[in-house]
């Protein structure tokens, strides 16, 4: 097996099992935190403190692994997503959970944003929509399986199982990239002059302005369809199991399609594509309110998931193609910072609409936001084009 292929393989399955042991633990988040005393406010607070700190650090991590390599971060990332898995069990309060949260999101910031990274340091040019869309089944992969696998664990052994098992996974990816990754040379993960461009040459790069506004849009447009389904799904008398179902199709879809979306990215026009994937998803979330049973909230639900899936790789490639010119550890950590932050920012938005007008109302906001920023990406990538990629960014430090 050839350097790359394994650099792949290691990372495609340690990013699997990362995801896997995350997703296993994060439907059932919710009851421990509760057998914990915490109220409406303070499950909010919980679940948004790994957010807070992953979307925090993400570009300031990002940027030091295009300076000082990508294993060493994603080794000390994965180690301490073991520890914290434990730290849970011992979590005896809804301050030493929120500060588990927040520990676990710093983590989290270590692992994926430097695993895609390196994954995009090693993708051909013209083969960025590929390379991108084959990795990110590990995460979807991941996500998609982890709730029903924590669903058993917690019925077969209770609740502390899940733990255990999110940092056996963890321990496992761990060993895992210490012993197979190699490191990335200085040379291959870095731009001119074997250093970073300045922060502020992120938003200098056209396409780079482009990427940053619709990711940002995009998240809040999408952000709160896993909080917000489990509660439109008893108004239209769906069971709990079948909003499970629901939720776990659209994930599955998105990893199903990665693959020939990923190659149609890279000989099509991947901006094109990513306003046909983001109109599909904001036209289908608009309307979830109009489903009045199981089998059409499947229907609107895989509509979005196809729709994310045809604009998620050729979004990925053109942050890759950022990267050559700013760094692929800072390019990759301003896109995940801002998908994190408009996946802070959805809920509370939902929240309120959902309080002063109603439940149907959270979805068609959601559409009419994905149109927006729809919309103005193209505007943007229209004038980046005209303006040529890259022109107006200042030079390394």
Do not use: C
Request: charged share 10%; glycine share 12%; proline share 5%.
């Amino acid at each position: 097996m050839n350097t790359v292929k394994r650099i792949y393989n290691v990372l495609f399955i340690s990013v699997f099992a990362t995801m896997l042991g995350l997703g296993v633990v994060s439907p059932l988040l919710p009851i421990y935190a509760e057998k914990l005393g915490a109220t409406g406010i303070w499950l909010g607070i919980i679940f948004s403190a790994f957010a807070l700190s992953r979307s925090v650090f993400m570009p300031i991590i990002g940027r030091i692994s295009d300076r000082r390599g990508r294993k060493r971060i994603i080794l000390i990332g994965m180690f301490a997503y073991a520890v914290m898995s434990l730290a849970y069990v011992i979590a005896d309060s809804v301050y030493s959970l929120t500060a588990v949260r927040f520990a676990h999101g710093i983590a989290s910031a270590m692992v994926v944003p430097i695993a895609m990274a390196y994954i995009a340091d090693l993708s051909e040019k013209g083969r960025e929509g590929s390379h991108m869309g084959n990795f990110s089944i590990s995460m979807f992969l991941g996500m998609g399986a982890g709730p029903l696998l924590g669903g058993f664990l917690n019925d077969a052994f209770g609740l502390d199982s899940v733990f255990y098992v999110m940092a056996a996974l963890s321990a496992f990816a761990t060993l895992l990239v210490g012993i197979s990754l190699p490191e990335a040379k200085p040379g291959s993960f870095t731009v001119t002059d074997g250093r970073p461009v300045p922060m502020s040459s992120v938003l200098a790069l056209p396409s780079m302005r482009g990427i940053i506004v619709f990711t940002f849009i995009s998240a809040l447009g999408r952000g709160g369809m896993m909080v917000f389904i489990p509660v439109f799904g008893p108004s239209i008398a769906i069971s709990a199991s079948e909003v499970g179902i629901v939720l776990s199709v659209n994930t599955f879809l998105m990893a199903l399609l990665q693959v020939p979306m990923g190659r149609i990215t890279d000989t099509g026009n991947k901006v094109a594509l990513i306003v046909a994937g983001s109109t599909i998803t904001a036209i289908a979330l608009a309307a979830i309110p109009f489903s009045g049973s199981f089998w059409p909230l499947l229907a609107a639900t895989s509509m979005i998931g196809v729709g994310s899936a045809v604009q998620q790789p050729a979004i990925m490639a053109l942050t890759v193609d950022a990267g050559r010119t700013i760094g692929m550890g800072t390019s990759m950590g301003a896109y995940n910072t801002v998908f994190g932050i408009g996946m802070i920012i959805a809920p509370l938005i939902g929240g309120i609409f959902m309080d002063f007008v109603d439940i149907d109302a959270v979805f068609y906001v959601a559409g009419a936001i994905s149109l927006l920023g729809t919309g103005i990406f193209a505007v943007l990538m229209r004038r980046s084009a005209r303006q040529g990629a890259g022109r107006d960014v200042p030079g390394p430090e």
